[in-house]
Structures are given as C-alpha cells and as structure tokens.
C-alpha cells in the first residue's frame, strides 16, 4: 500500500481546488470501495481530500416535487428518508439491499455511483484488465464470467457496475450534479454513465477533477408505486446477479406509465427503453410484461457462462411487474 | 430434551450443565491478545511473496530495489534461505506440506506458491515492499481442472484404505429392483476461519519461541523442531487465543518463514497472512467427483452399493480427502464397493476442513439415499431404518454404540416429518415454492494419547496445564466442567491452562477428538491427584502435581466401530424464476456422546450445520482455467452463509454415551455439518421436483434447470 497524504476539505470551491491541484488525488467518501482498493494496490492514490464534511448531506424537496440529494448524504439516511420512502420507494428498497448495515452508515451516495466494478480480474493484480490496465486484455471473456455482464458489452470488458442505488436512480431520470475546476455542470444518469466501447477505463462523463454534489430526482408520481427486486444467491451482503428498479401505473387494465431499469446486466445501471416502450398502452397482463422484456433482453450478448441471466432477467422482470400491477390492481 | 447420561465421573455435576465460556468477557472487550496483535519491542514484520505462475521455475528474484526501500531489512528466498529438514513424518503421521517448508528450490507448483518473504520495520513497509518485489519465472503449461475420470487419478489410502470390496456388484446390481446410479460433484471449498494464520517468532535466551495461531501447540512445536533440527526443548510455541481452525492452522508458510527470518535478523519477526494468501497457503477441501450406484430389493434393502470419490491434490504433497469412507460406516449391502482416488495436479495443497470426507461423501450418499427412496417409493427415513446395519459395514465390528435410529425418530417427531407428502413441486408460498429434506450424518468419535498436569494448590484451588487449543470450540470451559468433577470440586477452583507446547504432547484440535482425548488425560491425572491427596496431610508451598498419559490406555480399547451420529431435517423455499433458495429452518438431532456443556456443544452444532446450509448454497471457490489461480480469492468473491442466509436452526441430542470412555464423551467438532447439505438438496428437489447433484446448488442452476423442465428433471 502507498504511503498517501490526507485532507479534509470543508467546502465544495476547496475541495474542487484541492484536487485540481495535484492530479494524482481523489476523493474520499466513505471509503468503502476507495480504501479496499487502495489495499490492494488497484488504486494508489497520493493524496485523498476527505469531502465528507462538505455541506452536502442534506436531501431537499425541489419546487416541481422532485428531490435534491447531496452528495454525502449516507446510504443509510438515504434509505430512511421519509419523502424517498415515500414517493420513490423503489430507491430506498435497493439502497437497502446493498451492503451491509455498517458499509451503508458510512457509503456516500456520490461514492456509491463512483464505486468500481467487483470483476474478481479488475481487483487482481496479476491479471490483464482493460479497465485497471487500458490495453491490457481481458481476463473475463475467456475466464471466469458467470456474474459479467450481458447487455451492452464490448471485447474490451464485460464487467458489470455493481450500485443497486444507481439502478433506482436510473429508473427515475436522476440528473447527476458536478462542481469542476471549469465550473458546474449536470449530466442526466444515462449519460453519466458511458458506454464501454474500447475504452472500459472511462467510465462516468465527468471532467477531471469533478466533485459530485447533488443528485435530483425529478417529480415522478409513477415513482410512488415502484419496487426493486434483487437476485442474488445469498440474502444478504451480496452484489446483485440480476436486478430490477420498477415503476407502474396502470389505469383500466392499462398501462399508462412504466419505468424499468436492470442491474447487474451491464457496465452501468440499464435503462430498459425498448421493454418501456412495449408496456406503455399495453394490457398490464404477464403477456405484455414477458414481451416488454423479451423487447429489451433481444440486445442481449450472453457469454459461454452467463447466458442464464437472460432467461433470469426475463422472469425477473415478469415477476416484479405482476407484483406492481397486481398492487395496483387492489 | 437436552438430556445427558450420567458417566462414571460425574460426581458433582459440572459436566453436562450451561457454562458461558471463561474467556467470554476477554474476548468480548478485546483483552484477550490474539497471535497477530501481542506487542513486542524491535518486532519486524514479514510478508510473503506468493507466486503468480502456476507452473514453472523462478528465473529471478529482484532483490536490490527492494533492500533500498527504506525501512526494509530482508528478502529471503529460495537463493539465500536456510535449507530444512524435511525427510519426517510428523505427530499426525504425515510428511510436512513443502508449501509450508518455504524457500527450499526454484519449483513453483501452483499459483499461491510462496517464493519470498520481505522483512521490513512495519507491515505497512513490508507490503509495499513485497508488491513491488519483481520475481520472474520460466512458465510451464498446467492443469488445474478436476474431471471425473482424469487420466492421472490413482488409488491413495490417506488414514484409511483407498478401496473396500465385497460381493459380486455387477450381479447384485442387476439383481436389484431399483437402481441409482448418478455423478456428483462438490466445489473447492475455504476454511474461511476470521482470524487468518498469523505468527510471531523470536529467540529468547537460546530458545524460539513462537506465538501463534494454531490448532495444536506441541504439533506446530514439534515440527518446527524437526524442520530446523532444533532440540524438542529449544522450541516453545504458544497460542492462548484462537479464531477459528477447521483444520487449516497446522504447520503453515507463515511460522517456517517467520523463525528463518527472526533467525536471520536475531529480532523478533511477525508473519499475518492475508484472506487472500490463506486461499492457496492455509489447505482448502478438495473439489470432489464421486459416482454411487446403489441397487435395493423391493423392500429397499440395499443389495449392492458402490462409492467412487476423485479428489485433487497438488503435484508436492498427497491429501486424501476420503469421501467414500462414508458408507463403510453408514450403510451395508451383499455387495459393497468403496474407493478414493486422487490426481495431482498444479494445484495448492488441500488438507483437512471440517469433517473431511464425510462432509462431501455424505452428500453424495444420502442424496443418492433420496433418490432410491423416490424411485422405491419409499419414505427416505424408512429406507434408512431399513438399512441399519448390525456390524461395520466392511470391518465387521461391532459398534460401540450406534443411535442412529434414534436421531431419525427424534428429528422426524420433532419436525414434524409425518405429515410430510411426498410428491414433489406441490407446495407454494407466493413465487416459492417450498420442500423438506432429511439426511443421516456420522463421523468417527476417537482419542489420542494426550499428558496432562494437575496440580493441587496450596490454597486449596487446583492448576490443569495441556497443551490443548480452544479454537472456538470452548474447550478451555469443557476441561474446566471436566477437572472440576474429576477433581470433586467446583469449577470457580479449576484454572486450566492451555496452548503452550510446554505442558507437555497432547492431541491437537481436530478430528472431533480433542476434548475426549483432553478429558481423558485430565481425568486420568485428576484421579491419580486425588490418590495422592488422600495419603498427604498438608500441600507445600509449590503445591502437588501430578502427570498422566493416556498412550496405554487408549492402545488398551477393543477394536469397535466407534461413531457420533445425527440425522439432519432442512425445509427450503426456491424460487425456480430467479433461481433463489433459502432455507426456513433447519432440524439437527445428534447422538454424539456425552455432551459437556451443552451451551457450547449447541455452538458447534448449529456452526456445523450453517456450514452445511453454506456448502449446499454458496460456498465454491472459483479457479481460472487460463492462469491457474484463484478467482476473486476473498470473502467478497467467497460467500459464506450470512445471518439473512440462517433463519431458524435448532440442533439437540438424544442420550447417547460412549461405553468406554471415562466422561462418556465422542465429540461434536464435525458432526454438525455431515448430511447438511443432502437434507437442503433433498428439500430442493422435494420443492421443485428438480434433483441437483452439483454443489453449490447456484440460481444460475436452478434457472437452467427449470428452464428445461417439465416435471421431474435432473440438473
């Protein structure tokens, strides 16, 4: 482990300067990603400006009904926050099936969609990886891939992001807010988050040395019926091999509104476009629901061993929207 | 009906009553010091440098960078180490692990293999140091993967004989009514105790000594001797605390490299192993391949059983993990074949992990035991009674005592198993669909010579010193219940003193024997104390002691089958769309001899059975076919059962005691995990109609498996 200096920063101007300033630093949330790869030597960071005490941990109604979330609010005030439990249940469901108690009284919400991947090849040395290593190789294709990624995917990396809070996010239309040496700047989550193409080591649009500071959620009245469901072999204190953030109004039999995000399928949180589309005017029946996410799951590129996950996705997505309508439905 | 049978020494009634353990209260608050953390003044730290190759030869050590490193004081390697001895066999009559005797060639047989230790003022230096530290190889193709029918398997007998036959099987199997005849395997599975291997060594007036984290003091000492041809008495090991064994903490790189380096810095030197080191430096259950055939009369009397067991083991040292051994205990039939073969290949050394054989072997067994019951349409605890058998299976001898029976009874009465139907696939709770499982379980119960010291005090109180470890297990509180009724007197009067090489040779901590060997030599010099007290009117200054030895007393016991048994119930939920099992509550009822303190035992129990709901679920460490090494080798990419994981899990006891041990004990280290993953797999079956043979039962199996199904399907 590299010996590293250690600052506190006590606002977003300092902070933002303080990195600029040497190119070599990062960001310390709640170190809970950050630390444990630091230990293992994948990231060696020089200095770490600490931003936890940044007057950023606050989350605020806006004037249209969303929600403004700062960016050190914890995971664990997040989940027990009354207006997202409220009217964005399906965020404080996933936030909650992330981690642990404890990691979650310390994971920022801003670090929560930083985290890296949990590719067992990006965190391993003595392995090629595209992501760790640009132009290195990877390991996964030809290696262990049960838990990589099916959607979205190039030759260059198939690892899958590991936030179950992001999927909620991405499912509501979270705008992603940035301080950065140039000035302010806000990216719609899907953008966020880049394709992986052939440069996996990109991965988030934000500009060098940008600090995250707030989240918004737009008013999504669909939202208040969501839910979001992970699959994963244990119960707990697992990354997610599938997952799914949805939202569903249903008026008269009839979708009127849908929202549809999926975890654990590619290299960020995936917006289910093509299943939303197939859903909204259509009969909320299993029929319409095992179409929308044959609509969506059409994309997908399943490796020599992953390809269960599309069967899984299929009947996960089918699952979690009979539950919402059939809630709807009484 | 936590009941015991009074033995021969329970005069006061300590043994077989709720004792919280003696170094509860340390532990809690942190007084107790384990191996890694003891403070000394001038403590240089180590850390191993592990190779990344799979096969090959070290061309190279880089040295020089690295000694410029401030703060670092070493590098040893196979170029500059001292050579060992390592022509022996040791206490528990196997040849040392070369894994564990570090730096003695430029061979490196397996990805994990230790190829440097660098010594630095701290750990924090030493890691640094140790990651940057170039090593190059001459690389070597390997083979890592266990496949049934390897061209390099061989029979190996390990501690037992690699193959049994009786009878005629091919006749008797075409004899039989109904046949099983089905492959199954288990993964590679972690020891994955909390506290990793750690050791401090330092030479202390002419003598190492080493504070350590280990299963058995005087083993460690005794090897450490050997290996450095030291006289027995220049070597003292300790180790007071300990977090967990499960038959990883034996002699290990971590001890061998911190004396060569404590010895070359003349300073005390501390060598931790990290979670990922332990997965290739600390021995790993075997992955298995194991076919049963079994052929049963109409009435589901076997007439012909045959258990095959493949495991891996590593091109350096033979381990055996004996899976077939099961049925020469369990089940008898006119004919009756059992095997274990081995392959080597480049791979780390596996050795013993909680109830090595049986764990594996018994689920291959009572699955397949289930499986002739449906196919019989039998109840699974009918063919089992059925199947009693008189003797041993293949020694012929009688039991001491087998109360198997009992267990089956006990547990069905209690978990409800009467009203159990029997069809497959009909029980539904929203999107899970729900099952119930059994399975029978036995592992051997045994003691091995121990000494002991027992000494009167002059205050009247009483002093046990053995070199016994209490690795989790509460040892230290059972030898207390067990002086205190040898002795006539209460336990608050007993100190008992443990984990120093010192006291004298003594049974380690594993095989399920260490407290009956413990309590036998306890017992034994307690007796004699009590002798010596009767003809003495005052007690010196220095007080009285006394020693025994168990050696002839126990070379003295008839030959018997002599076994603990249960009978394991699990009831699971699996959802077959998203391939989610969990399982709602488990049943263990055990005949496991004599229980000491059943607050404790009910610990071991129920930590057994845990791991079985673990090794049925999720445990399997990964291995990439390309490198050769380990996938995600830590406790994010390694699952173990988490609390969510283990709902409602109760285990008890039906009276059970060993006729011919002074307490009446057999022990309960292992049995708690026999059989508990074939009650979960069965349960599954019996909720989705879907057999699963191939451990860990993952949700990408079950969603395969349900994706091709259609009623009754094999995954």
Known sequence: MREFGYQRAHDVAGAVALLAADPDARYLGGGTNLVDLMKTGVERPARLVDVRELPLDRVESTTDGGLRIGATVTNSDLAADPDVRRRYPALAQAVLAGASGQLRNMATVGGNLLQRTRCGYFTDLAAPCNKRAPGAGCSAVTGEHHNHAVLGASDHCVAVHPSDMGVALTAFDARISYESPDGPGEAPITDFYLPVSDTPHRETALPPGALITHVTLPAAPVAARSRYRKVRERASYAFAIGSVAAALTVEDGVVREARLALGAVASRPWRARAAEAVLTGAPADGASFAAAADAELAAARPLPHNGYKVTLMRNLVVSVLTELAGEDAR | MTTTTPGPSALRGAVGTAHTRIEGRDKVTGAARYAGEIPYPELAHGWLVLSTVARGRILDVETGPILAMPGVLTVLHHGNAPRLHTDYIGMLGVPPDPTSAVFQDDRVPFAGWPVALVVAETPEVAREAAEALVVTYEREPHDTELVAGHPGAYAADGHMPAETEKGDLEARLADSAFVVDEEYTTPEEQHSMMEPHAATARWDGGRLEVVDSNQGAGWVQSELATMFSLDASAVRVRSEHIGGGFGSKGLRAHQVSAVMAATALQRPVRVVLTRRQTFSLGGYRSPTAQRVRLGADPDGRLLALEHRSLNQTSTVYEFVEPSAGVARVMYDAEAHRTANHVVRLDVPSPTWMRAPGEAPGSFAVEVALDELAARAGLDPIDLRLRNEPEVGPVSGLPFSSRNLAACLHEGARRFGWAD??????????????????????????????????????????????????????????????????????????????????????????????????????????????????????????????????????????????????????????????????????????????????????????????????????????????????????????????????????????????????????????????????????????????????????????VVAAAGSAGGAVDA
């Open chain 2, 420 to 701: 159990r139907d029997p069809r497959p696939g009909v029980r539904r709770d929203g999107r899970w669909l729900l099952g119930t499982g059994t399975a029978a379980a036995s592992f051997g119960a045994g003691a091995a010579p121990s000494t002991a010291l027992v000494t009167a005090e002059a205050d009247g109180s009483f002093t046990v010193r053995i070199t016994a470890a209490d690795i989790g297990t509460g040892a230290r509180t059972a030898l207390t219940l067990i002086a205190a009724d040898a002795l006539e007197t209460t336990p608050d009067r007993v100190r008992v003193r443990i984990g120093d090489s010192d006291f004298g040779p003594a049974m380690i901590a594993g095989g399920s024997m260490g407290t009956r060997s413990w309590a036998w030599a306890v017992t034994a010099a307690a007796a004699d104390l009590r002798e010596r007290l009767a003809m003495t009117t005052g007690i010196p200054p220095e007080g009285i002691t006394v020693r025994s030895d168990t050696t002839e007393a126990l070379g003295a016991l008839a030959q018997k089958e002599r076994h603990s048994y249960g009978a394991q119930f699990a009831e699971v939920a699996v959802d077959t769309a998203t391939g989610e099992i969990r399982v709602r509550r488990m049943l263990g009822i055990f005949a496991a001899g004599r229980i000491v303190n059943p607050l404790t035992a009910r610990n071991q129990l129920v930590g057994g059975m845990t791991w079985g709901i673990s090794m049925a679920l999720h445990e399997e460490a990964v291995r990439d076919r390309n490198t050769g090494g380990h996938y995600a080798p830590d406790l994010a990419g390694y699952h173990v059962a988490t609390h969510a994981d283990v709902p409602d899990i109760e285990a008890d006891w039906v009276d059970d005691h060993d006729p011919d041990d002074p307490v009446g004990i057999k022990g309960v280290g292992e049995i708690g995990i026999v059989g508990a993953a074939a009650a979960v797999a069965n349960a599954v079956h019996h909720a989705t109609g879907v057999r699963h043979r191939h451990l860990p039962i993952r949700p990408d199996r």
